[in-house]
């Protein structure tokens, strides 16, 4: 098993630049979700789902979309790039609300 | 609705002396409580779990954690700090049947251990 895997691993973006981080796992997972970490902050909830064709909000949303066509691949997009949304993205999958989050490696995004 | 609380932002310690970092939670639901661990520039690692079973939960590196609910705290410790510990520690509370799909962090606290 790869577990949960991200790409790109680092990546530049020009303000209102969009792009999309790629998020997989190969466990069969039906929640996902996508976590920003900043310092000092934790982490904290963009978007998740609880399976294929069903997602919902997190904490901070805006400026994101995501979407789950299929178990293994979710997707987030961002629209139009700023400043603000430069942090470190995790992507995380479980088999069950209650269980153990298995975390991707991380993309490092900086918005110049 | 949910939320943790890490009571120490920072923990320094010395090699070989014990730990303990403070977690508190609040929860509508019966929850499940998690300890991660991240070290410098890497991904996180799961430290140990609870999910209604013992109280006392033994996770990884000889950490363990006391789940207790009259106090909805969730303190993680270690009898004796390695300089391998020194990372930053997240509590984290996920609702069990409800909530579905939504895990709280905490703020985290940086554990550092000196020789």
Redo the contacts between chains.
Sequence with gaps: NAGVTQTPKFQVLKTGQSMTLQCAQDMNHEYMSWYRQDPGMGLRLIHYSVGAGITDQGEVPNGYNVSRSTTEDFPLRLLSAAPSQTSVYFCASRMTPGETQYFGPGTRLLVL | AQSVTQLD?HVSVSEGTPVLLRCNYSSSYSP?L?WYVQHPNK??Q?LL?Y?SAATLVKGINGFEAEFKKSETSFHLTKPSAHMSDAAEY?C?V???????????????TTLTVKP
């Design positions: 932002s499940s998690f991904g996180l799961l779990k999910t997240f984290v996920s609702g069990y049947n409800t909530n579905a799909g939504k895990s709280t962090f905490g703020d985290g």
